[in-house]
C-alpha cells in the first residue's frame, strides 16, 4: 500500500525530500501545501519541481479519507461525516459550532476518532458495543481535521451556518470513535501536526484529549512537550460501580488514577476535566454526588455532566431533568466545578458515544 503523506511530522518529510535528492526546505514546502494552501493534489504544488510532485503522486495519498455521508442538525451547527478509510473500514467526526456563553465568542470544535472501534467496551457506550477493529494512523486523524478545515475555507456550511462561524477549525476533542490513550504514537504525533506553526498552528490549550483513565499513559502526556487539555471519563466514585461501567477501572483504580490525574495538572498548568454521563438509577443519586465531591475534593478540576445518548443497549437510560439537576445541586454545594451539558446532534445520532452505533445496526 502507498504511503500516506500527512502520516509523516516536519522532519520525516525531511527525510523523505532528502532520499529523492531534495533538499530539506521542500518538506517545509509540502507542510505549507498541505495544511495552510490545504492542497488537493500535489499537481497544485507549483513550487515543487515536477519531477518531485510525480513521484509523490506516484508513491503517497493525500487524500486517504473519502467522504460518505454527511448528516446536519436542522440549525446545522452540528454535522456528522462518516469517512471510508483505505482499507474499507469506517469512522465518523463531527464539527460543532460552539457559541460561548454570554454569545460574543464563537468558536469550531471537530470531534475526532483515533480508533475504528474501542477496546475499552463501555457497556453505555455506541462505539464500546462495536468492539475493536484498529488504530488509526496519525494521517487518518489529521485527515479529519483537514475535511472540515476545507470545507469551512470554502465557506460550504455559510448557508446553513449563515456566515456565524469563524472559517477555520479553531478546536479539537478526541472524542469520537477509540480511546486515544491506547494509540498514544498516532494520536502524539497527529497533535503534533495539528499544532504545529508550519502545519495547521491549532493552539494546544485547544486540543482536549479525552480519555477511559490509562494511567500510564497520562503520565507520559504529562512529559510531553505540548501541554493539551485532560478530560476524564470517570461516570463512577467508587471501583465497584466504575469496573462495571469504565472496565479499565479493573487495570487502573480510582487510587490509581486520580494521583495521575493530580500530577497531570502540577506539570501542566491544564486544569483537568471529568466526564460524568448521568444513567437512570445507575449512577445518578444526590449520595453518588456527594461520592463524587469527596473523590474530587482538592482537586482543581471542571465536572462535565453530560446526559445519556441513547445507544442500542436498554440497559442504560438518560437520567430525567429532575434527577440531573437534583445531581448537579449537591455538586455544587460541595463546591465542585460543573456544568449540566445539553446534548449535541442527538436527532442525527452525533452524540457522545453514539458514533457508528447506526451503523452497526443497519449492517
Ligand atoms: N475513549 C475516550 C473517548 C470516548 S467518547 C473516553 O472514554 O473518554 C467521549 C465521552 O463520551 C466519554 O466520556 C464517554 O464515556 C462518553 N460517552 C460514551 N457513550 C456515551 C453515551 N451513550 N452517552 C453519553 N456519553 C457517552
Known amino acids: 500500500m502507498k504511503s500516506r503523506i500527512t502520516d509523516l511530522s516536519l522532519a520525516q518529510l525531511e527525510a523523505l525530500a532528502s532520499s529523492y535528492g531534495e533538499p530539506a526546505y521542500r518538506a517545509r514546502q509540502i507542510f505549507q501545501w498541505l495544511y495552510k494552501a490545504l492542497a488537493n493534489s500535489f499537481d497544485e504544488m507549483t513550487d515543487l519541481p515536477a519531477g518531485f510532485r510525480q513521484a509523490l503522486a506516484a508513491e503517497t495519498v493525500l487524500l486517504g479519507l473519502s467522504p460518505l455521508d454527511e448528516t446536519a442538525t436542522d440549525d446545522g451547527r452540528t454535522v456528522k461525516m462518516l ?34 472501534g474501542c477496546s475499552i467496551c463501555c457497556p453505555f457506550c455506541g462505539t464500546g458495543q462495536q468492539g475493536f477493529e484498529r488504530n488509526l494512523s496519525p494521517g487518518e486523524i489529521v485527515e479529519q ?4 478545515q476545507r470545507q469551512l475555507a470554502n465557506h460550504y456550511y455559510d448557508n446553513t451556518l449563515a456566515g456565524l462561524t469563524p ?28 499544532i504545529s506553526k508550519q502545519g495547521l498552528g491549532i493552539s494546544a490549550r485547544h486540543i ?6 490509562l494511567t500510564p499513559q497520562i503520565e507520559r502526556l504529562a512529559n510531553e512537550r505540548f501541554h493539551v487539555e485532560l478530560a476524564v471519563s470517570i461516570h463512577a466514585a467508587n471501583n465497584e460501580l466504575r469496573n462495571r461501567l469504565v472496565p479499565i477501572n479493573r487495570t487502573y483504580p480510582l487510587e490509581v488514577l486520580i494521583p495521575a490525574v493530580k500530577e497531570y495538572f502540577k506539570k501542566t498548568g491544564r486544569r483537568p476535566t471529568f466526564e460524568y454521563t448521568l444513567l437512570e438509577g445507575i449512577n445518578d443519586s444526590p449520595q453518588q454526588a456527594g461520592e463524587l465531591a469527596s473523590l474530587l475534593r482538592g482537586l482543581k478540576c471542571h465536572v462535565n455532566l453530560i446526559p445519556t ?3 442500542l443497549s436498554k440497559e442504560f437510560l438518560p437520567s430525567s431533568k429532575e434527577q440531573a439537576l437534583g445531581f448537579q445541586s449537591e455538586l455544587t454545594r460541595c463546591r465542585i466545578s460543573n456544568t449540566l451539558r445539553v446534548s449535541r446532534g442527538l436527532a442525527i445520532r452525533a452524540a457522545c458515544g453514539q458514533l457508528h452505533s447506526r451503523w452497526q445496526a443497519t449492517s
Open 83 to 116: 469517512f471510508k478509510l483505505e482499507d474499507g473500514k469506517s469512522i465518523e467526526s463531527v464539527l460543532m459550532l460552539v457559541e460561548g456563553t454570554r454569545g460574543d465568542s464563537r468558536w469550531n470544535t471537530v470531534c475526532v476518532s483515533s480508533q475504528v
Open 145 to 148: 481535521v483537514l475535511y472540515f
Open 167 to 194: 472559517p477555520h477549525v479553531s478546536h479539537v476533542v478526541f472524542m469520537g470513535m477509540g480511546e486515544p490513550l491506547a494509540n498514544y504514537e498516532s494520536v502524539s504525533q497527529a497533535i503534533e501536526t495539528l
Open 208 to 213: 482536549t484529549v479525552s480519555t477511559a483513565g
Open 309 to 311: 445518548s441513547p445507544t
